[in-house]
């Protein structure tokens, strides 16, 4: 069973910068896989990082303002968001698998906000 935490959510100026933080209660850290979605009103959720086993995977609107990492010493993904803009505004939500197993694990969302 894999449980997901995440934190670091709030409402920041146009530019400024936030840190998402997504703890992952496991056994196996190690062989997690695991990133960051969002998802603004009205409209679908979508990916924003990924880190699996391939390696690093960023949506073209985020590129070179997020950052995704793993912190194997807190068992945490965590997503740093510098240069935010208003379309950023969203609910964030943390997303675990663990290879050859599904459903995907989902964590409550982080509301951030980015104001004009």
């Known amino acids: 069973q894999v449980q997901l935490v995440e934190s670091g959510g709030g409402l920041v100026q146009a530019g400024g910068s936030l840190r998402l933080s997504c703890l992952v209660s496991t056994s196996d850290f190690a062989i997690i896989n695991a990133g960051w979605y969002r998802q603004a009103t009205g409209k679908e959720r979508e990916l924003v990082a990924y880190i699996g086993t391939r390696g690093i995977n960023y949506a073209a609107s985020v590129k070179g303002r997020f950052t995704i990492s793993r912190d194997t010493a807190k068992n945490t993904f965590d997503l740093q968001m510098d240069s935010l803009k208003p379309e950023d505004t969203a609910v964030y939500y943390c997303?675990?698998?663990?290879?050859?197993?599904?459903?995907?694990?989902w964590g409550q969302g982080t509301q951030v906000t980015v104001s004009s």
């Open positions: 997303r675990a698998d663990v290879p050859g197993k599904i459903p995907s694990y």
